[in-house]
């Protein structure tokens, strides 16, 4: 079937040091795709987003890869900070009969060591 | 801007009872909302989306007598567990969505977490 996967469950990084969160998606049809970060106990906060015509997006600390032959996107983050640590989800966005839907990746938990 | 609340942040109630929770734009008026149920250390799995002034559509799997969804105003949602039992226990979180189609961004409410018992 369809879905959003992740490579890696947990990652952990050293403070200062950079982090490379990987997700796999199988629908070659969706055109939007949204990085998510949740910490625990609280709702999803975005974190940076790319359309399917892009391969590259920057935001501040953080990029977006995406690589449509494969099918695989990732999200780097630069000098990691302690909150940085979180549960990290991508997700893509589907159009289906004129409405859109998000799917969610599995979600990696990163965590930051000081 | 862009704010989405929920209320309540977190209930328990006991089998069998109903519970509803609510989702509101505080700033913007949300032509499309969105439930997610998310159990622990498992990812948001969308539960249905609704379009205000009509019916909820569900995804596959999701019981629409049981989860009662109410989309009557622009800047309200309510998702209602009807007969709650132990395995409705989880974390509900609403999203919404200014404008129909005009914007893939979804703002997303804190969470209401329930508790069955």
């Known amino acids: 079937g369809e879905s959003v996967g992740l490579h890696l469950p947990t990652l952990s990084v050293q403070e200062g040091d950079n982090s490379i969160i990987n997700c796999a998606y199988s629908n070659s049809a969706s055109d939007y795709f949204i990085w998510y970060k949740q910490e625990s106990g609280k709702g999803p906060q975005f974190i940076i987003d790319?359309?399917?015509?892009?391969d590259k997006r920057q935001g501040q600390r953080v990029t977006v890869l995406l690589n449509k032959t494969v099918k695989h996107l990732s999200l780097q983050i630069a000098a990691t900070q302690p909150g940085d640590s979180a549960v990290y989800f991508c997700?893509?966005?589907?159009?289906?009969?004129?409405?859109?839907?998000?799917?969610f990746g599995t979600g990696t938990r990163l965590t930051i060591i000081p | 801007g862009a704010v989405v609340s929920q209320h309540p942040s977190w209930v328990i109630c006991k089998s069998g009872t109903s519970v509803k929770i609510e989702c509101r734009s505080l700033?913007?008026?949300?032509?499309?909302m969105f439930w997610y149920r998310q159990f622990p250390k498992q990812s948001l799995m969308l539960m249905a989306t609704?379009?205000?002034?009509?019916?909820?559509?569900?995804e596959q799997g999701v019981e629409k007598d049981k989860f009662l969804i109410n989309h009557a105003s622009l800047t309200l949602s309510t998702l209602t567990v009807t007969s709650a039992h132990p395995e409705d226990s989880s974390f509900y979180i609403c999203?919404?969505?200014?404008?129909?189609?005009?914007?893939?961004?979804?703002?997303f409410g804190p969470g209401t977490r329930l508790t069955v018992t």
């Open positions: 997700a893509e966005n589907k159009k289906r009969f004129g409405n859109e839907k998000l799917t």
């Open positions: 790319i359309r399917s015509n892009m």
């Open positions: 999203s919404a969505r200014a404008g129909r189609g005009s914007s893939y961004e979804q703002y």
């Open positions: 700033d913007f008026q949300a032509t499309t």
């Open positions: 609704s379009n205000e002034g009509s019916k909820a559509t569900y």
